[in-house]
């Protein structure tokens, strides 16, 4: 079965794709408005876990509605679950039987609701799966501390690619850096840089 | 890491544990009432599968206590739920560093919910995993019909081995097995004979 897994190279997706490798034929799919070159990471990324990788182009419009929301509620809580949502509908229209994301359970965004999910399988005829939403924060940790190989920072240090890292480029270029550290505040980041163990 | 799965030998704790196993030492648990004997069900499958085995005592007075609201309810969800609840304060308090389910996306009972999950995990200082909470029901079907070889019925005809079962046999001894028809409906149960495909 062909699987499309939303793909960051951070540690959660990461975890993803190595838990759904084991039934699916797992393509890594990084989704990207065309706004930086971030997305080279993740496929960097998905080259050394040797995981196929595509890029899936996402609407600029939807950018800009997330960047305005962002700007309005001065958190980016609400701009990320915009933008997630119009990925999985991106993916489901692709040629998977199933299509996944790396949501852990105790992530406040973005969130898949079970009345989403349903929705999302019945139109697009496909399997929406969310593999880490049974693991709570520190299951993920430690697997990833007995699994890959991390680098962890603040957002704007970390070399990793995905919709949110556009959407911070958005904000800085038109605020300027501050702005991001005023509406993205603590935010932790990973980037992969391989696995630690060879998996069976 | 050494996890404790609540297994019955039906097709979701199965695939649970073929999930988990990727990444922990898994211990394929059957909680039981000492009711009947059908753990040897149970353990007739983890060993074809390859998985150590273990027993989970459960008090028996529990038991009583879910037949008495089955019967009240006139149907099984909260019983079981109430047995459920037990079995996994019950693995929690054994040497795991972390403990599941096979609990499904869609699975009205049992259900974990995430504040119950956070008080087992922090109670007891071991990580609770739902590994299948991600998952619809289509989803496992189609895992299922790839990767197990499975003997599906009605729940009275299945040799699977679980509390459900129990508190069936319970039922059935005091009030004949016409109440077990009225308490469970409609009530499909699974037991797998194996593994159809070699996993990597």
Known sequence: MRLGLLYSG???STLAAL???EFYDVTLTTAHFGVTDDWHHARETAEALGFPFERLQLDPGVAEEAVARIREDGFPRNGIQLVHQHALERLAAEEFDAIAD???RDDRVPTVSRAQAQ???DRHGVDYIAPLSGFGRQAVDRLVESTLEVTAGPSETITRAD???ELRAIIADEEGTEAIVEYFPDHEQTH????RRALE
């Open 19 to 21: 838990f759904l490798s």
């Open 10 to 12: 951070g540690k959660d």
């Open 119 to 121: 929705s999302l399988e």
């Open 192 to 195: 992969v840089t391989g696995v």
């Open 163 to 165: 919709y949110e890292a």
């Open 102 to 104: 790396g949501t852990r």
